[in-house]
């Protein structure tokens, strides 16, 4: 019966996998303030929250996505449920959940209450930089999932306070998609408390712009 | 001629103790006002963002002058303002706070 659970528990997390791009941290200093917005020709998303600690962050999260035609609207927690710190290597491990509702837009259809669980994983060095994140919901009218994963390079070490340049590699697999798997090459620029990531998806003619700002 | 010489050494005396006095309290205002520098050296510390938390977390403590982390080396390094201290475990709390690992503390004369 155990294993049973366990096997469970393991295809829940499996199907969580969808994702969000494999993002920047959930989570922020203490006290810290974070917008994240995020955009490609699937869907656009904004993420405010709040950092009592380190390790949790709390606030609002709304998606539209274009691709499936729903629109999400809910509270976001996120936590860091294991950091691992080593001379020249962080590697952080998330868990993340939202509540709220969803409605399938255009259609004229009723709002229904509505969901996700998540999880991120990343390593990263001043130079390498590795990702992944997967997310599933439940949209009361339908059920979505996403996952993604990403590898950086920096072409060259900044000091603190220099503009940090990453050349990255994501790809992304949702299984409802017209183009399941895609595969995106993006800058991100790193300077002060904003990062700017642009990428182009070529299998979709997609534009990726993605925007965060940390204070 | 005793009376004056008595006179007069009162009178050097009277002018001098307020000299030594004041240049004893400029010693002891030298050695209260000297800065103290703290290097933490930490682990995890491995992008600006990473400097930005404990850059905010330090500078929010009340004897913290100035932060400065070198990235390089994973070290942050702390200016406290003069007659002021900032133990060892309080440093320790503030590195863990900020979300990375102390690995070891050395104090300098700023």
Known sequence: MKSIQYAGLALAIGFAGSIQCAEARPVSYPSGWTVMQMNNGDMSSIHVHYSPTYSDSIGLYSERNWDADWHFTGVQYNRLVKRWNRAGSQANLYFKVGAGQADPFGDGADVEAAGFVGLGADWETRRWFVAYEG????????????????????????????????????????????????????????????????????????????????? | MK?????????????????????????????????????????????????????????KEAAVENVHVDLDNGEIHVTLKSGTDLSDERVATLVKKSGYDLVSIARDAA
């Open chain 1, 135 to 215: 997310r599933a919901y439940d949209l009361g009218f339908t059920q979505d999932a996403r996952q993604s994963a990403r590898i950086g390079i920096a072409p060259y070490i900044g000091d603190y306070g220099d503009l940090h340049t990453w050349l990255m590699l994501q790809v992304e697999n949702q299984p409802e998609s017209e183009t399941p798997t895609t595969l995106t090459p993006l800058v991100r620029f790193f300077y002060d408390v904003q990062l700017l990531e642009i990428g182009y998806t070529p299998e979709t003619e997609e534009l990726m712009l993605n925007w965060i700002v940390r204070f």
């Open chain 2, 3 to 59: 009376s004056l010489c008595l006179a007069v050494s009162a009178t050097l005396f009277a002018f001098a103790s307020p000299l030594a006095l004041a240049e004893n309290e400029r010693s002891a205002e030298a050695t209260s006002s000297a800065q103290t520098l703290v290097t933490a050296k930490v682990n995890g510390m491995v992008c600006d963002f990473c400097a930005r938390a404990v850059t905010k977390v330090f500078g």
